[in-house]
């Protein structure tokens, strides 16, 4: 009877001990990833929206550390719009009608860099502005 209650003993443990294992693997696996690309501590997250009006952006202008940087760009414009980056990068996000977001990521170098949107048109009109990354 001893050795069926120790056997079941030491099979929870196992059990628990694996699923902690698991979980713990899952967490720290991300936060690695986002220090060694990031430089600095797991990226910027960057935020801005599109005019409701007008072919332009509530910013003008934008900063972060180099390393990941992650903009969202939230459309209350009933024209569709996304966001972009150029400028020793190519990156765009999906462009996203009323009420939806476009989001950019990219591992970036200290330079100045443009965002915009990249709807045929729209950059022109003036919907961009600068990201200086130090």
Avoid: W
């Avoid at 720290?28 to 986002?34: F, R, V």
């Avoid at 935020?47 to 952006?57: E, G, I, R």
């Avoid at 860099?113 to 950059?123: A, K, P, R």
Wanted: with cysteine.
């Amino acid at each position: 009877m001893k050795r069926l209650s120790i056997l079941g003993s030491v099979a929870v443990l196992a059990v628990a001990g694996c699923g902690g294992s698991d979980d713990d693997n899952s967490t720290s696996e991300p936060a690695s990833t986002g220090a060694s690309t990031g430089g600095g501590g797991g990226g910027q997250q960057l935020t801005l929206s599109a005019d409701k009006s007008q072919l332009k952006f509530d910013k003008k202008t934008l900063t972060a550390k180099a390393g990941k940087v992650t903009i969202t760009m939230n459309n209350p414009s009933p024209l569709q719009h996304n966001v972009a980056l150029k400028g020793g990068v190519d990156e765009q996000g999906d462009v996203v009608g009323q009420n939806g977001k476009s989001v950019v990521t990219a591992d970036l170098k200290p330079g100045k860099y443009t965002f915009y949107c990249s709807v045929d048109g729209h950059e022109a009109a003036g919907m961009n502005g600068e990201l200086d990354v130090s």
